[in-house]
C-alpha cells in the first residue's frame, strides 16, 4: 500500500529507566511480564507496523492495558516511541521539529478524548473555538466556526454553557465538535464513546458515521468494544499486549480469527451482520432468479435464500459479474460457526 | 570525665571574635550598599507614603463608599458589605480612623507586592522541579524563622521606618501565595493539559490559558493566606517604625492600657475578617461554573 496516509513501521515503546537498554531483549523476543519481573520496565508497544488509509475509519481494538492508548498518542507524538517510524502524508513525524510538530498538531491531526478534555473555566463556544484560538485565527472567525460545527453536533443553544452543566453524552459531542472544527484531515479518538452509557454511545456513533459521510477524514478510532469496532471500522487492528495480533476488515477478523485470543472476542458477536454474501460465493452461479450483490449482508439475504429455488441465488460482484452461488444452508452455517 | 559532661564548644573569645567578624563584614556591606538599597526601595517607600496620604486626605464618608462599594464588588452579598461599613463606622467612632487608614495602606501595598513577586515565582517553581527543590527550603525559613531575627539585618540596612517595615511584613506573608500558586499549577487535570497538548498550544498558551486559570482558586486562597499574615505582621512592624493600629498596641503594652489594647487589637481583627470573607466569597464565585447546574 503506497497510498497509506499515516504509516506505522516497526513501533516500539518501553517505559522505562533505560528503553534503549532493554529494546534489544525485546527485539529477540523477550515477554511483556518477562520484562516488567526481571527489568522492571513496562513494554507499552512492540513491533507495530500499521498502513492507515486516506478517508476511512481504522479501529484499533484490545483489552485494557494492550497499548491502544500509548499507540494513538504516537501518531501525534504525545509520546515519544523507543524505536520505530511514523510517517504522516510520507513526511516523518518523529524528525519534526517543535514548530513543526506544533503545526502537525494545530492543522493536521485533532483529538477527542474517553474523558472529554474540556476547559472546565471556558464556555462550550470558547471550548469549540479552542483549536481555532491556538491557531491564531481571528475572533471572528473562531466565533463563526465554532458556532457551525456547535450546530452540526445538535448542541445549538448550549454555547454559553459551561461543560459542567452538560451530560456526559453533550459534553463528548463538544469534545468532537472542538476537534472537528479545527478543520484537520486526521481525528484521533482514543475510546472516545467509552464513557458514555450504551444508547447515547449508539448515537453519538451515528452522528460520527453522519459526519463521515460528507467529511471524509482519515479517522483512527480506538475501543475496546467488538460491536463498535464493526460497525465502524473500515478496517480493524488489534491489539494484545502491545503487539499487533491481526488487522483486516470485520469479515476477514471474523472468517479467519488468528488465534484463540480474537476467536474469544467475536464468539458472542451477530455473524449475520458482519459476514456478506461475496465471501460465501462459490460454483457455478445458477440460470434463475436476480443475482444479489456480494456486499449483501447474510442476515438480509436470510428471506430471499428460503424462497430460492433449490434455496440456492446467484451472487454478483460490484460491476454486476456473476462470482458464484450461495445456498441457504451455507449462509445458516456461516452464521453459526 | 570532663569531656562528657561539657559540651566540647568554641571558647568564649572565639565566639566573640566570630561574631565581631560577621557584624563587621555586614556593618561593611551596609555602609557601602545602604545608600544604593535606599534609593532602589525609594519609589516604593513614595508610593507607600502617597497611598497613605491619599486615604487620610479623603473625607471620611467618601472612603467608607468606596469600602462598601469594593466589599460588593468582591463578594457580591448585601450582608458581608453591610457587615464590613459598619465595622469601619464603629472603628471611626472609637478614634481609631487614622491608624486604621495607615494600616489599610501597608497591607494593601505589603499585599500587591506579595501578588506581584509570589505569583511569578510559583509559576516558575511550578515548571521546574530544580526549581521547586531550590525555593521550597528558602519558604520553610521564611515562615518559621522568628521575625525578631530577621529585623535585625533589615533595620542594620535601611534604618527605621515604612520600607524596612514593608520589607519584614513581605518576608512574612509571601510564602503562602508562592506555594499555593505552585502546588495550584501543578494539580491542573493532566488530561486536560494533554487536550491543550494535542491541540498544539505553546508553552505559553497552555500557562496563561490552561494552568493559571485553572489554578485561580488555589492562587486565590494564598492571596487570602497572605493578607492574614501580614495582618499578623502589623504590631511587630510598629515596632520599626511604621504608623498604624499597632503602634497603640505597643503603647498598651509597655503602659498597661488593657482597654487601648484590646480596642486596637479588635480593630486589626475585624481588618482580618473583612478581607478574609470578601476575598473568600470572590473566590468562591471565580469558581461557580465548576458546580454544574448553576446557572450565571
Ligand atoms: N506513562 C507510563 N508509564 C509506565 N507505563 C505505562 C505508561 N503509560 C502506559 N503504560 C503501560 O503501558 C501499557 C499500555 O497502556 P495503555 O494505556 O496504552 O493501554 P490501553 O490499551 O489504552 O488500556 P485502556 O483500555 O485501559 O485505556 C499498560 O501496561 C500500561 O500500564
Ligand atoms: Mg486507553
Known amino acids: 500500500m503506497t497510498d497509506a496516509k499515516v504509516r506505522i513501521s516497526n513501533l516500539y515503546k518501553i517505559f522505562g529507566k533505560a528503553p534503549q537498554k532493554v529494546l534489544p531483549l525485546v527485539r529477540d523476543g523477550l515477554s511483556k511480564t518477562d520484562l516488567l519481573e526481571q527489568h522492571n520496565h513496562v513494554l507499552g508497544i512492540q513491533n507495530v507496523s500499521l498502513d492507515i488509509p486516506e478517508k476511512r475509519i481504522q479501529v484499533v481494538m484490545g483489552l485494557s492495558g494492550s497499548g491502544k492508548s500509548t499507540l494513538i498518542r504516537h501518531i501525534n507524538r504525545l509520546i515519544e516511541p523507543t524505536a520505530g517510524e511514523i510517517l504522516i502524508d510520507g513526511e516523518d513525524v518523529l524528525s519534526m521539529s517543535d514548530s513543526q510538530l506544533q503545526d502537525l498538531r494545530r492543522f493536521k491531526a485533532s483529538m477527542v478524548f474517553q474523558k472529554f478534555g474540556l476547559l472546565p473555566h471556558r464556555r462550550i463556544i470558547e471550548n469549540v473555538a479552542y483549536g481555532l484560538v491556538v491557531q491564531g485565527k481571528s475572533a471572528a472567525q473562531c466565533d463563526k466556526q465554532a458556532r457551525h460545527w456547535i450546530d452540526r453536533v445538535g448542541l445549538s443553544g448550549y454555547e454559553d454553557h459551561y461543560p459542567a452543566q452538560l451530560s456526559g453524552g453533550m459534553q463528548q459531542r463538544v469534545g468532537l465538535a472542538r476537534a472537528l472544527a479545527t478543520d484537520a484531515e486526521i481525528l484521533l479518538m482514543d475510546e472516545a464513546f467509552s464513557a458514555l452509557d450504551p444508547l447515547i454511545r449508539y448515537d453519538m456513533q451515528s452522528i460520527l458515521l453522519e459526519l463521515q459521510n460528507e467529511l471524509h477524514k482519515t479517522i483512527i478510532f480506538i475501543t475496546h468494544d467488538l460491536d463498535e469496532a464493526l460497525r465502524l471500522g473500515d478496517n480493524i487492528a488489534i491489539l494484545r499486549d502491545g503487539a499487533m495480533v491481526q488487522q483486516g476488515d470485520a469479515q476477514q477478523i471474523v472468517l479467519k480469527p488468528a488465534d484463540d485470543y480474537i476467536r474469544d472476542f467475536i464468539k458472542d458477536i451477530n455473524r449475520g451482520r458482519v459476514i456478506r454474501l461475496g465471501s460465501l460465493a462459490t460454483g457455478q452461479p445458477p440460470e434463475q432468479g436476480a443475482p444479489l450483490s456480494g456486499d449483501t449482508l447474510l442476515e438480509d439475504a436470510l428471506t430471499q435464500l428460503v424462497d430460492a429455488p433449490d434455496q440456492r441465488l446467484a451472487v454478483a460482484n460490484k460491476e454486476g459479474r456473476l462470482i458464484g452461488a450461495v445456498t441457504l444452508k451455507d449462509a445458516l452455517q456461516a452464521m453459526r460457526s | ?296
Not at chain 2, 479623603?58 to 460588593?72: A, E, K, Q, R, S
Not at chain 2, 478614634?95 to 486604621?100: H, S
Not at chain 2, 506573608?173 to 487535570?189: H, K, M, Q
Request: glycine share 8%; hydrophobic share 55%; aromatic share 10%.
Open chain 2, 1 to 296: 570525665m570532663d569531656f562528657f559532661m561539657e559540651f566540647p564548644s568554641l571558647s568564649r573569645a572565639e565566639l566573640a571574635s566570630l561574631r565581631r567578624s560577621i557584624d563587621g563584614a555586614f556593618r561593611d556591606f551596609t555602609r557601602s550598599w545602604a545608600e544604593t538599597l535606599e534609593s532602589f526601595f525609594n519609589p516604593l517607600l513614595r508610593f507607600l507614603v502617597w497611598f497613605e496620604n491619599l486615604l487620610l486626605a479623603t473625607p471620611w464618608p467618601v472612603i467608607l463608599i468606596v469600602i462598601g462599594g469594593l466589599c460588593f464588588a468582591g463578594a457580591r452579598s448585601w450582608k458581608i458589605t453591610a457587615a464590613s461599613v459598619l465595622a469601619f463606622v464603629t472603628i471611626g467612632y472609637f478614634g481609631m480612623w487614622e491608624d486604621t487608614m495607615s494600616t489599610l495602606a501597608i497591607i494593601s501595598v505589603a499585599t500587591f507586592l506579595c501578588i506581584a513577586i509570589g505569583i511569578p515565582l510559583g509559576i516558575v517553581m511550578a515548571r521546574s522541579d530544580r526549581m521547586q527543590a531550590a525555593i521550597t527550603p528558602v519558604l520553610d525559613v521564611m515562615q518559621t524563622i522568628p521575625s525578631f531575627v530577621y529585623l535585625i539585618p533589615v533595620v542594620m540596612l535601611l534604618g527605621i521606618g515604612k520600607v524596612p517595615g514593608l520589607i519584614a511584613v513581605c518576608i512574612y506573608a509571601i510564602p503562602p501565595i508562592v506555594r499555593l500558586t505552585n502546588l495550584g499549577i501543578r494539580l491542573v487535570d493532566k488530561d486536560i493539559l494533554e487536550a491543550a497538548d494535542a491541540f498544539g498550544a505553546s508553552p505559553r498558551q497552555k500557562l496563561w490559558g490552561v494552568q493559571v486559570p485553572l489554578a485561580l482558586p488555589n492562587i486565590f486562597a494564598g492571596v487570602n493566606q497572605t493578607i492574614m499574615m501580614a495582618l499578623a505582621m502589623v504590631v511587630i512592624a510598629s515596632m520599626i517604625g511604621v504608623q498604624g493600629l499597632g503602634v497603640p498596641v505597643l503603647r498598651a503594652i509597655s503602659n498597661q492600657y488593657l482597654a487601648l489594647g484590646v480596642m486596637n487589637g479588635l480593630a486589626i481583627v475585624a481588618l482580618a475578617i473583612i478581607f478574609d470573607r470578601v476575598s473568600q466569597t470572590y473566590g468562591k464565585r471565580l469558581q461557580a461554573h465548576r458546580k454544574g447546574h448553576g446557572h450565571d
